[in-house]
């Protein structure tokens, strides 16, 4: 095929690549050491390039032949034969243990640096064009977070907005926004944008000891959007996960007869909104979008009623006949929230203060709450992605991947909110992955650009692709294959040309 001449810069894409070091093999999938890959597109062309992440975590790993450092789902153990005073000591150390860097899950762009992230208090640059590791960073030097998104947000200058949760910090734990500039003053040119993170806000956890764990959050023009779901960290399990030989996954419980509190934060005053909103319980990982309409958020959300994806992703499960036997619990169903925030105090208990044509209700009950169902807007899935420039804003497509009671995606869509139409990219054997959404510079319409997803064929033996479709239509422009293995992967970014220094500089 052949790609548009408008499409340079580099396709980055994170995820775990290695789960067996030495004798000694993870537990989970989202465990694996980081592998990065690049697709860089020039004159028409695509350059494939692959690299571990060398994080500490990989570097001690690989010298000690064997995993020593524990990720989410796997609890390492340096040393089996210290005895139990040395057991002892190493417990208490553990209780807000020191996390990994195997930073596998997504890319962040930070000024004019990239990194790779994972969801610890750890971040670790990268290169773009070599996919060298750099640096680490700590957020923790900066802001008391214990663990952050991998799903941060930009605003329009290009600075970063961030959530982390604030661990029993002070006798309180607490979920933090903040933001890390896109810049740093002139006279302060050696300094990272780090060191001018300023926290936005906080929201104190409705339990000490439980905090919600989140994977992001939503925004709009005004308004932050944090959704505290009943699917919990159990701190006091988490601290003695050590000394128990279980891992932190197993101190992650879901509470399927509570509620979902939604937070909805003010960015100009940093207040929280003091109207209480909530819905039935269920299990998030992505925001699609969020945006604002007479004085409604609306917001729309990848959910399940329970927890079954992660459970599904133990490599036990994941044997050659994963596809038939791993079969979800619970469809992931995108759901849409309409939210009055300005609504008539005199209205009734039991009243629908919804005023928008939607079939989601946001009833007003007799404590004052505001009891939210939202309305379906589609089922099956998973990994989505926008127009970014259209973030926080009325906007009509979601690009995603097609899952149904499996959790690999066979298919990519293009959905329409609106009109609720689908468009399918899908062939045999085939495995997509997160689609990314290129807009055609001087693009007038939302879905003028290119969809670019990496595609691995089921058989090791037919070699894995770069698909490039037409985001308008969804028909195929072009692929490049790449005659190497290639992994399944996470999420990832596309760097226009003019935002990657080049390599000299």
């Known amino acids: 095929g052949q790609l548009p001449p ?36 020039k004159n028409g062309e695509v350059y494939y390039r692959s690299k571990y992440l060398r994080s500490d975590t990989y570097n001690c790993n690989i010298e000690a032949n064997r995993i020593v450092v524990s990720e989410f789902g796997t609890m390492a153990y340096p040393d089996p034969c210290k005895n139990i005073f040395a057991k002892a000591f190493s417990y208490l150390s ?20 990239f990194y790779a992230t994972g969801e610890t208090n750890f971040i670790r640059k990268i290169n773009p064009h070599t996919l060298e590791t ?62 001018h993170l300023e926290v936005v806000c906080s929201v104190p956890s409705r339990s000490l000891l439980h905090p919600s764990y989140y994977h992001s959050f939503g925004i709009t023009e005004n308004y932050i959007i944090f959704i505290e779901q009943p699917f919990r960290l159990d701190i006091l399990k ?20 509570d509620k979902t509190w939604f937070h909805f934060i003010d960015r100009k005053t940093k207040k929280e909104v003091s109207t209480k909103f909530y819905t039935d319980a269920m299990v998030f ?9 007479d004085g409604h958020i609306i917001f729309d959300i990848i959910a399940y009623t329970d927890n079954s994806l992660y459970d599904m992703f ?5 044997s050659k006949d994963f596809e038939e036997n791993a079969k979800l619990t619970s469809i992931p169903t995108c759901k849409r ?109 939302e879905d003028d650009g290119v969809v670019l997803t990496c595609v691995v064929k089921t058989d090791p033996k037919d070699p894995p692709f770069l698909l490039v479709l037409d985001a308008k239509t969804f028909t195929e422009l072009g692929r490049a294959t790449v005659k190497v293995e290639m992994h399944m992967d996470l999420h990832g970014m596309f760097i226009p040309q003019q935002d990657v220094k080049t390599e000299t500089e």
């Open 94 to 113: 553990h209780t807000i243990p020191e996390f990994t860097d195997n930073c596998l899950i997504n890319i962040m762009k930070a000024g004019e640096d």
């Open 134 to 195: 750099l640096e680490k960073v700590d957020y923790n030097k900066y802001v008391a977070v214990n663990v952050a998104t991998s799903h941060p947000h930009y605003d329009s200058a290009g600075n970063i907005l961030n959530m982390g949760t604030s661990i029993v910090d002070k006798g309180k734990t607490k979920y933090l926004l903040f933001k890390i500039p896109s810049s740093v003053p002139e006279q302060e040119k050696k300094k990272s944008c780090f060191k």
């Open 314 to 318: 133990y490599l036990k499960n994941l």
């Open 337 to 445: 929230f309409v939210v009055p925030l300005q609504y008539d105090k005199d209205a009734g208990v039991d009243s629908n203060l919804v005023t928008l044509p939607s079939t989601a209700t946001a009833v007003k009950e007799k404590d004052g709450n505001i009891y939210c169902q939202p309305e379906i807007l589609c089922e099956g899935i998973e990994l989505p992605r926008i127009n970014y420039d259209y973030n926080g804003k009325k906007y009509k497509y979601v690009f995603a991947t097609q899952v149904q009671w499996s959790p690999v995606p066979t298919k990519i869509t293009k959905f329409n909110t609106q009109t609720k139409e689908m468009l399918h990219w899908g062939q045999d054997d085939c495995w997509p992955s997160e689609p990314v959404f290129v807009p055609r510079p001087d693009a007038k319409e």
């Open 6 to 41: 408008w499409l340079q810069g580099i396709l980055l894409r994170n995820g775990p690549g290695m789960h067996t070091i030495g004798d000694s093999k993870y537990n989970h999938w989202f465990d694996g050491l980081a592998l990065l890959h690049s697709f860089t597109f």
């Open 238 to 257: 988490m601290a003695t996960a050590y000394i128990r030989g279980v891992s932190w996954a197993s101190c992650l419980a879901f509470n399927k007869d």
């Open 285 to 293: 990982f992505h925001h699609v979008n969020a945006y604002e309409e």
